[in-house]
């Protein structure tokens, strides 16, 4: 009985030790949250036209991994995530978690992020807690939604190529 015991303990410090603590991806939480992402004009961010992807790991942490993905209200709502419950692997309830959003172009997170925001840092809870939003604050989180240079010079090179072909005919 006693070696089942020492058997048990050693376990549940070994589950502690590989924690996974959750927060709330949410950036409309009136009155202390409420940063839309916007583009340069002020519009919205809407649909599936972008994504953002979420980075996290222990506060302080060098490296960090991609944790999930999501994309965007429409409507009235543009500008503001699709709420959700994230998991960051390997930090346990009540510890820190620094959490970087980048904001992608079309569906998914191929290609270079058009633009990074954070870090963020979180307080995570494990079950049967109730998991905190992620603090961004109340200002707007304007995305440089301009493609960059190397597409542009692209986007010139494929036109002149074109009127190059027209002229000769």
Same mark, same amino acid.
């Given at each position: 009985?006693?070696?089942?015991?020492?058997? +048990?303990?050693?376990?549940?410090?070994?589950?502690? &030790?590989?924690?996974?603590?959750?927060?709330?991806?949410?950036?409309?939480?009136?009155?202390?949250?409420?940063?839309?992402?916007?583009?340069?004009?002020?519009?919205?961010?809407?649909?599936?036209?972008?994504?953002?992807?979420?980075?996290?790991?222990?506060?302080?942490?060098?490296?960090?991994?991609?944790?999930?993905?999501?994309?965007?209200?429409?409507?009235?709502?543009?500008?503001? +995530?699709?709420?959700?419950? +994230?998991?960051?692997?390997?930090?346990?309830?009540?510890?820190?978690?620094?959490?970087?959003?980048?904001?992608?172009?079309?569906?998914?997170?191929?290609?270079?992020?058009?633009?990074?925001?954070?870090?963020?840092?979180?307080?995570?809870?494990?079950?049967?807690?109730?998991?905190?939003?992620?603090?961004?604050?109340?200002?707007?989180?304007?995305?440089?939604?301009?493609?960059?240079?190397?597409?542009? &010079?692209?986007? +010139?090179?494929?036109?002149?190529?074109?009127?190059?072909?027209?002229?000769?005919?």
């Amino acid at each position: 009985m006693k070696k089942l015991m020492i058997a +048990v303990a050693a376990l549940m410090v070994s589950i502690a &030790a590989y924690g996974q603590g959750q927060f709330v991806f949410n950036n409309r939480v009136p009155p202390d949250i409420n940063a839309k992402f916007v583009d340069s004009s002020g519009a919205g961010l809407a649909g599936t036209a972008y994504t953002v992807q979420l980075l996290g790991g222990a506060s302080g942490a060098t490296t960090l991994t991609p944790l999930t993905t999501t994309d965007f209200r429409t409507g009235a709502a543009a500008g503001y +995530v699709n709420p959700l419950t +994230v998991t960051v692997p390997g930090v346990a309830d009540g510890k820190k978690a620094d959490i970087i959003l980048k904001v992608f172009a079309g569906v998914g997170t191929a290609g270079t992020a058009l633009s990074q925001f954070g870090p963020y840092t979180v307080t995570v809870a494990e079950a049967p807690n109730i998991p905190s939003s992620l603090p961004m604050g109340t200002q707007n989180l304007v995305v440089n939604t301009v493609p960059e240079p190397t597409t542009l &010079a692209l986007g +010139v090179i494929g036109l002149g190529a074109l009127l190059a072909i027209r002229r000769r005919k």
